[in-house]
């Protein structure tokens, strides 16, 4: 999969820029603020309809601006296609080839994995990084995926507010069994997918940071899958009226990962931290490739900070074994860490202008 062009208008602080991207190794140089990260930000957009970084939606758009779009052309199994992304006063707006299509439905047409600061959230933060991490693997794979994500939501939006407006306990009843009866297919999903990840994301492990010693993973579903959902919910109800959410379910899945000489995260470096992030997000990477036959594009944002060299050189390591078009950050061409990998294309921000170089 590779981005031919990509065009962005009014994204933070870049008021409108035209990249012509090469298949393999786009690099992207400017200084602090100058908009690299935008750039990235733009394709993180037309693959998840959000952004990577947090903070309110208004903050995406440019000072002054009534809204932001970012277009691509995208070259891929399907052939090529036009894909955009638009957010104005109505709202976002999704579309391919000029038709106004759902948001779910650009997504699953551009994959875009990002890997930058803040990304050991994956491995250091709270289980809502990890649990989307996984599922944005599972839709990719599971076409039915988010149709019955959608469903599940539907049924815990509706228990939850009945939990917070204080009703019977027997009003629960109905939505118990639509919890039940979603759940399902959702567990299997992502322990089909988890199971095929594990081996992959062990290997990236294991070369990146091998004096952590074993790797575990570990998939914890969200409730006890040996008993049913709806028994467990009618069980908790009490506690779960008290909060004013519900406290089992799918919605509440998590993966931990330790090692035979670290057992707790807590004792990772904040570098480790991140060497360990990387090795999910290029396991994740040639998964998708396996299954789908393509390639997703990497953006790597500084990957090399907070790195010793070592590390890096193995990091950089795995970037180079796959086939992934690539568009990476840095400060300058001799901060960027892959060596004898020249760049295809270059690209130089300042202050939201962006220029070619190569």
């Known amino acids: 999969m590779e981005l031919l062009k990509l065009q962005v208008n009014d994204l933070r602080v870049i008021a409108a820029a035209r990249l012509e991207l090469a298949p393999r190794l786009n690099l992207i140089v400017g200084g602090n603020g100058a908009g690299k990260t935008s750039l990235l930000e733009a394709t993180f957009l037309l693959s998840h309809g959000r ?12 000072q002054g601006s009534a809204g932001f ?16 992304l638009a957010r ?18 650009l997504v699953r047409n551009v994959a875009v994995l990002y890997f930058g600061p803040g990304s050991q959230s994956l491995i250091a933060g709270a289980g809502e990084e990890r649990r989307r991490f996984l599922d944005w693997g599972v839709f990719h794979v599971e076409h039915d995926f988010l149709d019955d994500w959608r469903r599940y939501q539907r049924a815990l939006k509706q228990r939850n507010a009945l939990l917070r407006s204080g009703v019977s306990g027997g009003a629960l009843d109905a939505w118990d069994k639509e919890l039940e009866r979603n759940a399902a297919p959702l567990v299997l999903a992502r ?54 959410h519900t ?46 036959g393509q390639w ?45 990998h020249a760049p295809d294309a270059m690209f130089h921000v300042e202050h939201g202008r962006v220029g070619a170089l190569v």
């Open 51 to 62: 952004s990577f970084r947090s903070g309110p939606r208004d903050a995406l758009v440019r």
């Open 69 to 84: 779009s970012v277009f691509g052309e995208l070259d891929s199994r399907s052939g090529r296609r036009r894909v955009g």
């Open 88 to 105: 104005g006063a109505a709202g976002p707006e999704a579309r391919i080839d000029g038709a106004t299509v759902g948001t779910g439905e």
């Open 191 to 244: 322990n089909a997918y988890f199971a095929a990840w594990i081996p992959l994301l062990q290997d990236r492990l294991a070369r990146l940071v091998p004096e952590l010693g074993e790797p575990t993973v570990r998939l914890h579903p969200g409730y006890d899958t040996a008993r049913p959902l709806g028994e467990i919910l009618r069980e908790h109800r009490e506690k779960d009226f008290a909060r004013g």
């Open 247 to 292: 406290g089992a379910g799918p919605h509440r899945a998590d993966w931990l990962l330790s090692f035979s000489g670290s057992l707790r995260r807590e004792h990772l470096s904040r570098g480790q931290e991140k060497l360990c992030a990387f090795a999910c997000v290029m396991a994740q990477a040639r998964l998708f490739a396996e299954r789908l």
């Open 296 to 340: 997703p594009i990497l953006g790597l944002d500084d990957v090399g900070s907070e790195i010793d060299a070592e590390h890096r050189e193995r990091a950089f390591g795995l970037v180079a074994e796959g086939d992934a078009q690539i568009l990476a950050t840095a400060t300058s061409r001799a901060d960027w860490g892959l060596t004898g």
